[in-house]
Each structure stands twice: as C-alpha cells, then as structure tokens.
C-alpha cells in the first residue's frame, strides 16, 4: 500500500503473518511499549486526514486476513462501557426488561458507565461466539476503533487496546514506518 506520511511515499501493507498469536500478544505488548510509545507520539503531529487514511487501509487488510473468532481476547478480558440503549437493545434481544439486564449483567464503575460485572463478557461461548450479536453494545460494535474518523484522538487507547486485540497491536507495529 502507498502512503502519504508528511510528503514521504512509503509502502505500508498488513499480512496475516504481521498479526500476532492472541496468547503472545501481552507479551509483545511489554517488550514493544517503549517504541510504541514514541510512535504514538511521532504519530500525534501526522496529519489526521493521512492517519486517518492509512489507518483506515490497515484496518480492511488486517481484516481481510484475520477474523476475530481466532482471539476473542476483547470479550474475554475487557468490558465495554454501556450505555442506556445499549441496555435497551440487550432486553430486546435477551426478551427480558432493561432493569433485569442491569440487575443480572451489569454495574457501575468509578467513572459512572454501565460495564460488565465480571470477564469474560457473559454472552460469549465457548467458540467465541456472542449470544447477542445482533444487539450487542455500540463499542463492541465499533471494537477496536481502527476505523473510526479522526483517528488521532484514541491514540493513547489505541497503545492499550494494542495489549488485547492482535489486530491493533500489528497496525500500530506498521505505523511505526510511516
């Protein structure tokens, strides 16, 4: 893929074998934090448009080539913040009232969101499917936000999601040649 980082052309593209195992991903994760650091850093005065662009582009390679039922580690180790329609569409889905979603599923943090009440994430099974797909929560949806516009302003996230999504992990090890 060709890039655009401050004027320099750059080919940039995403194998499946730049996408870590799930079970290796902590560990990388420790060994790789101080480049990753800088990166994040050198990448916060990239033109968003361009990191927009070029994130965008890892996200449909790395996707092409990995399906998320190969890790589930997002389901399996955080919680989604959850909000009220979030909670709604799981009582459509789970045909229970929205206070019974909350009573049985959910809590709320320090900060005031709605989140699960233990890991792994309750709807998940044991091949990595989830029970509620269809109505599952809007970040889930959106998880791991590598698509997302004005990618810039989840940079920091990204540096923690890099620790649980191997996806996130392998764009953000690319990015470090742009």
Do not use: W
Request: aromatic residues 8%; glycine residues 2%; charged residues 25%.
């Amino acid at each position: 893929m060709k890039s655009s980082a401050k004027g320099v052309s750059i080919n940039i593209s995403i194998l499946r074998t730049d996408i870590p195992e799930p079970s290796a991903l902590k560990q990388l994760s420790r060994t790789h934090a101080a480049t990753l650091k800088r990166s994040i850093r050198r990448l916060q005065s990239m033109n968003p448009r361009n990191l927009d662009d070029l994130v965008h582009r890892l996200h449909d390679e790395a996707f092409s080539v990995y399906d998320c039922l190969n890790c589930a580690n997002c389901c399996r180790s955080i919680s989604p913040a959850i909000r009220h329609s979030d909670v709604n569409e799981m009582a459509v889905k789970l045909k229970i009232k929205p206070s019974a979603v909350v009573e049985t599923y959910l809590y709320l943090d320090e900060e005031g969101d709605y989140v699960f009440r233990k890991a792994p994430c309750p709807f998940i099974d044991g091949e990595n499917y989830c029970n509620i797909y269809s109505h599952r929560p809007k970040a889930c949806r959106e998880y791991p936000h590598t698509d997302r516009t004005r990618f810039y302003q989840i940079l920091s996230l990204s540096l923690k999601n890099a620790e649980v999504c191997p996806v996130v992990f392998a764009i953000l090890k690319k990015l470090e040649q742009a």
